[in-house]
């Protein structure tokens, strides 16, 4: 059974720091696109950063480039998105996506499993 599990979310005031995790379980995804995405209350859920299998490329939405950094450790089977100079607008449950059929992830429709979510609230 295929398991994406987030973990590292968590309250912090603006301008600080997290790091987001995202453990695979069940197959590898070491050849595959990953990327994350977020929902805040009442919006839809929005792109924020993919990254390719060899980690060679990477993408990020306008918003949070410059502050966040995707990665991955396919050894591990882990992704990472390390959020810094966060903003309150940076509050929203954040999802750890994978496509199977694509070189980035940037889309839902694009995805073929996501994670459960991680809540980070980022106070003013």
């Known amino acids: 059974q295929v398991q994406l599990v987030e973990s590292g979310g968590g309250l912090v005031q603006a301008g600080g720091s997290l790091r987001l995790s995202c453990a695979a379980s069940?197959?590898?995804?070491?050849?595959?696109?990953m990327g994350w995405f977020r929902q805040a209350p009442g919006k839809e859920r929005q792109f924020v950063a993919t990254?390719?299998?060899?980690?060679?490329?990477?993408l990020y939405a306008d918003s949070v480039k410059g502050r966040f950094t995707i990665s991955r450790d396919n050894a591990k089977n882990t992704l990472y998105l390390q959020m810094n100079s966060l903003k309150p607008e940076d509050t929203a449950v954040y999802y750890c996506?994978?496509?199977?059929?694509?070189?980035?992830?940037?889309?839902?429709?694009?995805?073929?499993?996501w994670g459960q979510g991680t809540q980070v609230t980022v106070s003013s």
């Open positions: 996506a994978v496509g199977l059929s694509t070189r980035l992830v940037r889309i839902g429709s694009e995805v073929d499993y």
């Open positions: 069940g197959r590898s995804f070491g050849s595959y696109a």
């Open positions: 990254i390719n299998w060899s980690s060679i490329s990477t």
